[in-house]
């Protein structure tokens, strides 16, 4: 129980921080329904049926408009590490009888749970996209983004751990992040891409988590399905996507401190 508090205790501030910042809960969400709303207008009328087993591009698009909701999340959730570096808070936590994992653990715990609750939201939108969900598939799809929301949770740590000003996290962000999301299938289908660019979603791994999520929303052997990686092999790599990211980023606080100047 005392391992728990620690957990128990950075898990809710995370959660009453966030509620609190109006700022961060609109542009978490507002944003990704905006592009979703903006993308799905002016791109529909040269998304095909024949681009993704006859849907249409509003609802194509829609399990990627969720997942941007978890990435998001995750990302002004993390940046609070920055924060609370120069405010000395951080130091204050490392300082205490409370292990690096804890630290972690905590930090990842909150940042889901505020995840989820943003993609609980962004579920209750699925018929508006044409896709009517049962208490299964919505179960299903709440387990995968979970893990979604884990792993880009620890890439986040990971980053801002070592970043010194919020500026250079938006720069990580806008460099790395949002291709990340870009190449995982969510804009566009991978059949029929250019070898190069097909070999980019292969290794991205949020490819698969998408692949996964998609998964859950489709009842199985859809049309709408073809073209992903098999289910074996998405929830595969999303569970060692989640586990790694989360490793990385408590190895990389047990090996960098947190001062001022890290």
Same mark, same amino acid.
């Given at each position: 129980?005392? +391992?728990?508090?620690?957990?128990?205790?950075?898990?809710?501030?995370? %959660?009453?921080?966030?509620?609190?910042?109006?700022? +961060? %809960?609109?542009?978490?969400?507002?944003?990704?329904?905006?592009?979703? @709303?903006?993308?799905?207008?002016?791109?529909? #009328?040269?998304?095909?049926?024949?681009?993704?087993?006859?849907? &249409?591009?509003?609802?194509?698009?829609?399990?990627?408009?969720?997942?941007?909701?978890?990435?998001?999340?995750? @990302?002004?959730?993390?940046?609070?590490?920055?924060?609370? +570096?120069?405010?000395?808070?951080?130091?204050? %936590?490392?300082?205490?009888?409370?292990?690096?994992?804890?630290?972690?653990?905590?930090?990842? #715990?909150?940042?889901?749970?505020?995840?989820?609750?943003?993609? &609980?939201?962004?579920?209750?939108?699925?018929?508006?996209?044409?896709?009517?969900?049962?208490?299964?598939?919505?179960?299903?799809?709440? =387990?995968?983004?979970?893990?979604?929301? %884990?792993?880009?949770?620890?890439?986040?740590?990971?980053? #801002?751990?070592?970043?010194?000003?919020?500026?250079?996290? *938006?720069? @990580?962000?806008?460099?790395?992040?949002?291709?990340?999301?870009?190449?995982?299938?969510?804009?566009?289908?991978?059949?029929?891409?250019?070898?190069?660019?097909?070999?980019?979603?292969?290794?991205?791994? =949020?490819?698969?988590?998408?692949?996964?999520?998609?998964?859950?929303?489709?009842?199985?052997?859809?049309?709408?399905?073809? *073209? =992903?990686?098999?289910?074996?092999?998405?929830?595969?790599?999303? &569970?060692?996507?989640?586990? &790694?990211?989360?490793?990385?980023?408590?190895?990389?606080? +047990?090996?960098?401190?947190?001062?001022?100047?890290?």
């Amino acid at each position: 129980m005392n +391992r728990l508090l620690p957990v128990y205790t950075l898990a809710l501030r995370e %959660v009453v921080r966030f509620v609190r910042q109006k700022n +961060r %809960v609109f542009g978490a969400l507002a944003q990704p329904v905006l592009f979703w @709303i903006i993308f799905g207008a002016g791109l529909s #009328a040269s998304f095909t049926p024949g681009d993704s087993a006859g849907q &249409g591009y509003n609802e194509y698009f829609y399990p990627g408009t969720v997942v941007l909701v978890i990435l998001f999340t995750s @990302i002004f959730a993390t940046i609070s590490i920055i924060e609370d +570096r120069n405010e000395g808070f951080l130091q204050g %936590v490392l300082v205490a009888p409370v292990s690096i994992g804890s630290v972690v653990a905590g930090k990842v #715990a909150g940042t889901t749970i505020l995840a989820l609750m943003q993609g &609980g939201i962004m579920l209750a939108l699925a018929p508006i996209a044409g896709l009517p969900l049962d208490l299964a598939q919505v179960a299903a799809a709440m =387990l995968v983004l979970t893990f979604i929301a %884990v792993a880009l949770t620890g890439v986040g740590i990971s980053i #801002a751990w070592n970043m010194s000003s919020t500026q250079g996290f *938006h720069a @990580i962000m806008t460099a790395f992040l949002m291709p990340m999301w870009f190449l995982s299938g969510a804009f566009f289908p991978a059949n029929g891409l250019p070898s190069w660019l097909a070999a980019a979603l292969a290794i991205n791994p =949020l490819t698969y988590g998408l692949a996964a999520f998609r998964y859950a929303l489709y009842e199985p052997g859809s049309p709408a399905l073809a *073209h =992903l990686p098999s289910l074996p092999v998405s929830a595969a790599a999303l &569970g060692l996507f989640a586990l &790694g990211s989360v490793a990385m980023a408590t190895a990389l606080a +047990r090996r960098r401190p947190a001062g001022p100047d890290s």
